[in-house]
């Protein structure tokens, strides 16, 4: 069997303690943190927004998103940029790790009763390399459906839930 195949690539990058990935195919660019423009009365993980190639995107702080404690910005703190189903959002993490790849016994998909259990939803698998243990994150729940619209809704000042859903 051509191992090729079961490899995935995957940028990873700290957030608190931990290390988590995300697949490199979802990822547009890393840029420096930059001060974004506040969005009020949204989701409290959206740090604001920010024009990205022409386009006005929404920013997560994936501490908040975590439920961790805020730290101050640094030199290292950078936004990942990703598209998901055509919709482009930035993550805000604490340092970029490196870009790894992964075979596909090295990655052990997440039980979703574990999920559950131990609160971390956002999880799709667990990668082992070396010592370390890499969370992958789901895409998918980045954000939702729901408060990506809700956050274009509050910048753009009309209703997008139709408009988004097409697209997905």
Not at 48 to 55: C, I, K, L, P, S
Not at 134 to 163: C, H, P, W
Request: hydrophobic fraction near 40%.
């Amino acid at each position: 069997m051509d191992k090729s195949n079961q490899v995935s690539q995957f940028v990873t990058f700290q957030i608190g303690d931990e290390e988590y990935g995300i697949d490199i195919m979802l990822v547009q660019e890393i840029i420096r943190y930059q001060k974004l423009t506040k969005v009020f009365n949204a989701n409290p993980a959206i740090k604001g927004v920010m024009n990205f190639r022409g386009n006005v995107i929404p920013i997560i702080d994936m501490r908040k998103k975590f439920k961790l404690p805020e730290i101050e910005y640094d030199d290292y703190t950078v936004v990942i940029i990703i598209e998901i189903n055509k919709k482009t959002m930035g993550m805000i993490v604490d340092r970029v790790s490196d870009i790894l790849s992964f075979d596909a016994e090295e990655i052990q998909v997440v039980d979703r009763e574990f999920v559950e259990d131990v609160m971390t939803e956002h999880l799709k698998a667990m990668a082992k390399k070396d010592n370390r243990i890499i969370m992958l994150l789901d895409s998918n729940r980045v954000m939702s459906f729901e408060e990506y619209a809700k956050v274009k809704q509050s910048y753009t000042g009309t209703d997008t839930t139709d408009e988004i859903a097409a697209t997905e």
